[in-house]
T-cell receptor, first 112, second 114 residues
Framework: DGGITQSPKYLFRKEGQNVTLSCEQNLNHDAMYWYRQDPGQGLRLIYY???????QKGDIAEGYSVSREKKESFPLTVTSAQKNPTAFYLC???????????FGQGTRLTVV | GENVEQHPSTLSVQEGDSAVIKCTYSDSASNYFPWYKQELGKGPQLIID?????GEKKDQRIAVTLNKTAKHFSLHITETQPEDSAVYFC?????????????FGAGTTVTVRA
Protein backbone atom coordinates (compact mmCIF):
# COMPACT_ATOMS: atom_id res chain seq x y z
CA ASP A 1 0.00 0.00 0.00
CA GLY A 2 1.27 3.45 -0.86
CA GLY A 3 1.09 6.05 1.81
CA ILE A 4 2.72 8.15 4.44
CA THR A 5 3.58 6.63 7.81
CA GLN A 6 4.27 8.42 11.04
CA SER A 7 5.63 6.76 14.14
CA PRO A 8 5.08 6.46 16.96
CA LYS A 9 1.40 7.37 17.32
CA TYR A 10 1.88 8.47 20.94
CA LEU A 11 5.10 9.75 22.46
CA PHE A 12 5.95 10.91 25.94
CA ARG A 13 9.01 12.98 26.69
CA LYS A 14 10.54 14.35 29.82
CA GLU A 15 11.32 18.04 29.93
CA GLY A 16 14.83 18.79 28.70
CA GLN A 17 15.01 15.81 26.36
CA ASN A 18 15.20 15.85 22.60
CA VAL A 19 12.87 13.52 20.73
CA THR A 20 12.65 12.52 17.07
CA LEU A 21 9.41 11.87 15.21
CA SER A 22 9.54 9.61 12.19
CA CYS A 23 7.87 10.23 8.83
CA GLU A 24 8.24 7.86 5.87
CA GLN A 25 6.48 7.92 2.50
CA ASN A 26 6.49 5.48 -0.40
CA LEU A 27 4.54 7.73 -2.78
CA ASN A 28 7.70 8.89 -4.57
CA HIS A 29 6.81 12.45 -3.58
CA ASP A 30 9.50 15.11 -3.77
CA ALA A 31 8.05 17.53 -1.21
CA MET A 32 7.50 16.81 2.48
CA TYR A 33 6.17 18.94 5.32
CA TRP A 34 5.79 19.02 9.08
CA TYR A 35 2.82 20.73 10.73
CA ARG A 36 1.88 21.27 14.33
CA GLN A 37 -1.77 21.16 15.45
CA ASP A 38 -2.99 22.62 18.73
CA PRO A 39 -6.59 22.51 20.02
CA GLY A 40 -8.74 25.23 18.50
CA GLN A 41 -6.04 26.24 16.02
CA GLY A 42 -5.33 25.41 12.44
CA LEU A 43 -2.25 23.59 11.27
CA ARG A 44 0.95 25.58 11.45
CA LEU A 45 3.94 24.84 9.24
CA ILE A 46 7.18 23.93 11.03
CA TYR A 47 9.50 22.92 8.18
CA TYR A 48 9.21 21.82 4.58
CA UNK A 49 11.49 20.20 2.06
CA UNK A 50 11.27 20.31 -1.71
CA UNK A 51 14.09 17.89 -2.50
CA UNK A 52 16.66 15.70 -0.78
CA UNK A 53 19.26 17.58 1.26
CA UNK A 54 17.22 20.78 1.15
CA UNK A 55 14.68 22.14 3.63
CA GLN A 56 13.19 25.49 4.60
CA LYS A 57 11.82 26.93 7.82
CA GLY A 58 8.10 27.41 8.13
CA ASP A 59 6.24 29.76 10.43
CA ILE A 60 7.18 28.14 13.75
CA ALA A 61 10.61 26.50 13.23
CA GLU A 62 12.17 27.64 16.51
CA GLY A 63 13.00 24.66 18.75
CA TYR A 64 12.72 22.14 15.91
CA SER A 65 15.17 20.60 13.47
CA VAL A 66 14.81 18.33 10.44
CA SER A 67 16.90 16.39 7.96
CA ARG A 68 16.20 15.09 4.45
CA GLU A 69 18.91 12.58 3.66
CA LYS A 70 16.56 10.30 1.73
CA LYS A 71 13.59 11.10 -0.49
CA GLU A 72 11.37 8.78 1.54
CA SER A 73 12.18 10.12 4.98
CA PHE A 74 11.77 13.49 6.73
CA PRO A 75 12.34 13.09 10.51
CA LEU A 76 11.51 15.93 12.88
CA THR A 77 13.47 16.50 16.09
CA VAL A 78 11.76 18.40 18.87
CA THR A 79 14.57 19.89 20.91
CA SER A 80 14.67 21.02 24.52
CA ALA A 81 14.62 24.59 23.19
CA GLN A 82 10.96 24.20 22.16
CA LYS A 83 9.10 25.90 25.00
CA ASN A 84 5.73 24.25 24.55
CA PRO A 85 6.21 20.98 22.66
CA THR A 86 3.03 19.17 23.71
CA ALA A 87 0.94 18.97 20.51
CA PHE A 88 -0.26 16.81 17.66
CA TYR A 89 2.34 16.64 14.87
CA LEU A 90 1.38 15.94 11.28
CA CYS A 91 3.67 15.02 8.42
CA UNK A 92 2.58 15.47 4.82
CA UNK A 93 3.98 14.93 1.36
CA UNK A 94 3.15 16.08 -2.15
CA UNK A 95 4.36 15.41 -5.66
CA UNK A 96 5.93 18.85 -5.68
CA UNK A 97 5.51 22.19 -4.06
CA UNK A 98 1.95 23.34 -4.57
CA UNK A 99 0.53 19.90 -5.41
CA UNK A 100 -2.10 18.13 -3.30
CA UNK A 101 -0.74 17.27 0.13
CA UNK A 102 -1.32 13.84 1.68
CA PHE A 103 -1.14 13.63 5.45
CA GLY A 104 0.04 10.91 7.80
CA GLN A 105 -1.97 9.81 10.83
CA GLY A 106 -0.06 12.05 13.19
CA THR A 107 2.03 11.71 16.36
CA ARG A 108 0.72 13.01 19.65
CA LEU A 109 3.64 14.25 21.75
CA THR A 110 3.19 14.86 25.45
CA VAL A 111 5.86 16.37 27.67
CA VAL A 112 5.71 15.03 31.21
CA GLY B 1 1.73 36.59 5.38
CA GLU B 2 -1.66 35.04 4.64
CA ASN B 3 -4.28 35.05 7.40
CA VAL B 4 -7.27 32.71 7.10
CA GLU B 5 -10.30 33.05 9.37
CA GLN B 6 -12.90 30.30 9.59
CA HIS B 7 -16.44 30.38 10.96
CA PRO B 8 -18.21 28.92 12.81
CA SER B 9 -15.89 27.01 15.14
CA THR B 10 -18.64 24.47 15.88
CA LEU B 11 -21.69 23.48 13.87
CA SER B 12 -24.46 21.08 14.81
CA VAL B 13 -26.97 20.06 12.14
CA GLN B 14 -29.82 17.60 11.88
CA GLU B 15 -29.18 14.67 9.58
CA GLY B 16 -30.39 15.52 6.10
CA ASP B 17 -29.95 19.28 6.56
CA SER B 18 -27.21 21.36 4.94
CA ALA B 19 -24.03 22.63 6.56
CA VAL B 20 -22.12 25.73 5.49
CA ILE B 21 -18.64 26.77 6.62
CA LYS B 22 -17.16 30.13 5.64
CA CYS B 23 -13.57 31.30 5.38
CA THR B 24 -11.98 34.63 4.61
CA TYR B 25 -8.42 35.26 3.51
CA SER B 26 -6.24 38.33 3.53
CA ASP B 27 -3.75 37.96 0.67
CA SER B 28 -5.30 38.81 -2.68
CA ALA B 29 -2.49 36.86 -4.37
CA SER B 30 -3.77 33.55 -2.97
CA ASN B 31 -5.00 31.36 -5.78
CA TYR B 32 -5.58 27.89 -4.34
CA PHE B 33 -8.18 27.00 -1.69
CA PRO B 34 -8.40 23.39 -0.46
CA TRP B 35 -10.73 21.97 2.15
CA TYR B 36 -9.66 19.15 4.46
CA LYS B 37 -11.69 16.77 6.63
CA GLN B 38 -10.12 15.38 9.78
CA GLU B 39 -11.67 12.51 11.66
CA LEU B 40 -10.81 11.83 15.27
CA GLY B 41 -7.22 10.64 15.72
CA LYS B 42 -6.43 10.82 12.01
CA GLY B 43 -4.64 13.14 9.66
CA PRO B 44 -6.56 15.60 7.47
CA GLN B 45 -7.79 14.40 4.11
CA LEU B 46 -8.41 16.61 1.09
CA ILE B 47 -12.10 16.57 0.16
CA ILE B 48 -12.35 19.34 -2.42
CA ASP B 49 -10.33 22.27 -3.69
CA UNK B 50 -10.84 25.28 -5.91
CA UNK B 51 -8.54 27.57 -7.84
CA UNK B 52 -8.99 31.30 -8.24
CA UNK B 53 -10.06 31.07 -11.87
CA UNK B 54 -13.20 29.14 -10.88
CA GLY B 55 -16.20 30.44 -8.93
CA GLU B 56 -17.79 27.16 -7.88
CA LYS B 57 -16.98 23.48 -7.82
CA LYS B 58 -19.17 20.50 -6.90
CA ASP B 59 -18.46 16.90 -6.02
CA GLN B 60 -21.59 14.94 -5.15
CA ARG B 61 -22.91 16.38 -1.85
CA ILE B 62 -20.00 18.79 -1.41
CA ALA B 63 -19.55 22.15 -3.09
CA VAL B 64 -17.17 25.04 -2.67
CA THR B 65 -17.75 28.64 -3.77
CA LEU B 66 -15.19 31.40 -4.11
CA ASN B 67 -15.69 35.17 -4.13
CA LYS B 68 -12.34 36.72 -5.06
CA THR B 69 -13.58 40.28 -4.74
CA ALA B 70 -14.71 39.76 -1.16
CA LYS B 71 -11.84 37.32 -0.46
CA HIS B 72 -14.00 34.62 0.99
CA PHE B 73 -14.82 31.02 0.15
CA SER B 74 -17.33 28.56 1.55
CA LEU B 75 -17.90 24.82 1.89
CA HIS B 76 -21.42 23.53 1.45
CA ILE B 77 -22.44 20.01 2.48
CA THR B 78 -25.96 18.97 1.48
CA GLU B 79 -28.04 16.07 2.81
CA THR B 80 -25.68 15.62 5.75
CA GLN B 81 -25.06 12.13 7.11
CA PRO B 82 -23.56 10.94 10.42
CA GLU B 83 -20.27 10.13 8.66
CA ASP B 84 -19.93 13.81 7.81
CA SER B 85 -19.21 14.47 11.49
CA ALA B 86 -15.58 15.62 11.67
CA VAL B 87 -13.37 18.70 11.87
CA TYR B 88 -13.15 20.64 8.62
CA PHE B 89 -10.27 22.97 7.75
CA CYS B 90 -10.06 25.53 4.99
CA UNK B 91 -6.72 26.69 3.66
CA UNK B 92 -5.26 29.14 1.19
CA UNK B 93 -1.97 29.35 -0.64
CA UNK B 94 -0.18 30.99 -3.50
CA UNK B 95 0.59 28.21 -5.94
CA UNK B 96 3.14 28.61 -8.65
CA UNK B 97 5.64 30.38 -6.45
CA UNK B 98 8.65 28.55 -5.00
CA UNK B 99 7.88 29.43 -1.41
CA UNK B 100 4.85 27.15 -1.17
CA UNK B 101 2.89 27.43 2.05
CA UNK B 102 -0.65 26.49 3.00
CA UNK B 103 -2.25 28.76 5.61
CA PHE B 104 -5.02 26.98 7.51
CA GLY B 105 -8.14 28.21 9.23
CA ALA B 106 -8.73 27.20 12.87
CA GLY B 107 -11.19 24.46 11.95
CA THR B 108 -14.92 23.79 12.31
CA THR B 109 -16.19 20.85 14.32
CA VAL B 110 -19.29 19.54 12.55
CA THR B 111 -21.70 17.26 14.40
CA VAL B 112 -24.54 15.63 12.49
CA ARG B 113 -27.42 14.65 14.79
CA ALA B 114 -29.32 11.51 13.89
Amino acid sequence: DGGITQSPKYLFRKEGQNVTLSCEQNLNHDAMYWYRQDPGQGLRLIYYSQIVNDFQKGDIAEGYSVSREKKESFPLTVTSAQKNPTAFYLCASSLGLGAEAFFGQGTRLTVV
Amino acid sequence: GENVEQHPSTLSVQEGDSAVIKCTYSDSASNYFPWYKQELGKGPQLIIDIRSNVGEKKDQRIAVTLNKTAKHFSLHITETQPEDSAVYFCAASIRGIYDYKLSFGAGTTVTVRA
